[in-house]
């Protein structure tokens, strides 16, 4: 009795359902896009207190966020993607705050510019938020009081790290 041979087939890489060249083309596609958002921010700076100087300082010449695609300061939430929060929030300030996040539209990431943002910084009183992420997801935080343009940048830098790795979705959800 001859023996036989028995095919066993060999499932694509990928999650059932799909194929490897369906992964493949969305996985380049979120690197597409990634690359694209990274270098498009429009940042909506929330200023409240000292640090603006600084946030002028970084958007001047000598720093140059143009190379990041990030130089152009949008004052309408709806056209902005950065929530930039630039000093000291109060606990009064924090409903208006947080509204300007709502009507900022998806994709939208949130930096805590210095260490009152961050964390309240030396407040330690009744009347200041002791740190935005009580109210908003941070994505990235900048220490210092008030942080150095170069620290700005760095921040700006990690941030589009962050956005190149996601997952972005666009269509619909299959592609
Ligand atoms: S971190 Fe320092 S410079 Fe910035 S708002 Fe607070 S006190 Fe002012």
């Not at 008030?146 to 700006?156: A, C, H, L, N, T």
Request: a positive charge.
């Amino acid at each position: 009795m001859s023996a036989e041979r028995r095919i066993i087939p060999i499932e694509p890489a990928g999650s059932p359902g799909k194929s490897a060249a369906f992964e493949y083309i969305s996985t380049r596609k979120d690197e597409l896009i990634g690359w694209a958002r990274k270098f498009s921010i429009f940042p909506y700076p929330f200023v409240t207190a000292c640090c603006a100087m600084e946030f002028m300082a970084v958007s001047s010449t000598p720093y140059d966020t143009d190379r990041f695609g990030a130089a152009l300061p949008r004052f309408s939430p709806r056209q902005s993607d950065l929530l930039m929060v630039v000093g000291t929030v109060t606990h009064k300030q924090a409903p208006i705050l947080l509204k300007v996040w709502e009507q900022m539209c998806e994709p939208k990431w949130v930096m805590a510019f210095g260490v009152c943002a961050t964390s309240g910084g030396f407040y330690q009183n009744y009347a200041a938020v002791p740190g935005i992420d009580r109210i908003l997801p941070v994505d990235v935080y900048i220490p210092g009081c008030p942080p150095r343009p170069e620290m700005v940048i760095d921040g700006i830098m990690q941030l589009q790290d962050k956005i190149a790795r996601q997952k972005h979705v666009i269509v619909t959800k299959d592609f």
